[in-house]
Nanobody, 120 residues
Framework: QVQLVESGGGLVQAGGSLRLSCAAS????????MAWFRQAPGKEREFVAA????????AYADSVKGRFAISRDNAKNTVYLQMNSLKPEDTAVYYC?????????????WGQGTQVTVSS
């Protein structure tokens, strides 16, 4: 198990940028695939981006491709989400999630979320 704490959310104007961070505590961070999800008011939680344990593979939702970038620093037990060209429809609570590469087939470790609000 890992404990996840997100930070970096806030209020930004459309077209602006934010970088979210997710700090993990616990053992063997490099054994976990990591991902970001988001949930807007009245909507279901949706996938945003994912990165493999080594950082060599990434995946993105179509809605954020070319604007967001996920990365990780295993030495710092941290995963990042760089968000550029933000749009009002990116407004949501953003959650960090982890999946153990050896024992899990789904993301079963979640942070508390950080609010991102994009004004038009």
């Amino acid at each position: 198990q890992v404990q996840l704490v997100e930070s970096g959310g806030g209020l930004v104007q459309a077209g602006g940028s934010l970088r979210l961070s997710c700090a993990a505590s616990g053992r063997a961070f490099s054994s976990y695939h990591m991902a970001w999800f988001r949930q807007a008011p009245g909507k279901e939680r949706e996938f945003v981006a994912a990165i493999s344990w080594s950082g060599s593979n990434t995946a993105y939702a179509d809605s954020v491709k070319g604007r967001f970038a996920i990365s990780r620093d295993n030495a710092k037990n941290t995963v990042y989400l760089q968000m550029n060209s933000l749009k009002p429809e990116d407004t949501a609570v953003y959650y960090c999630a982890a999946r153990n590469t050896f024992t899990s087939t789904s993301y079963d470790n979640w942070g508390q979320g950080t609010q991102v609000t994009v004004s038009s």
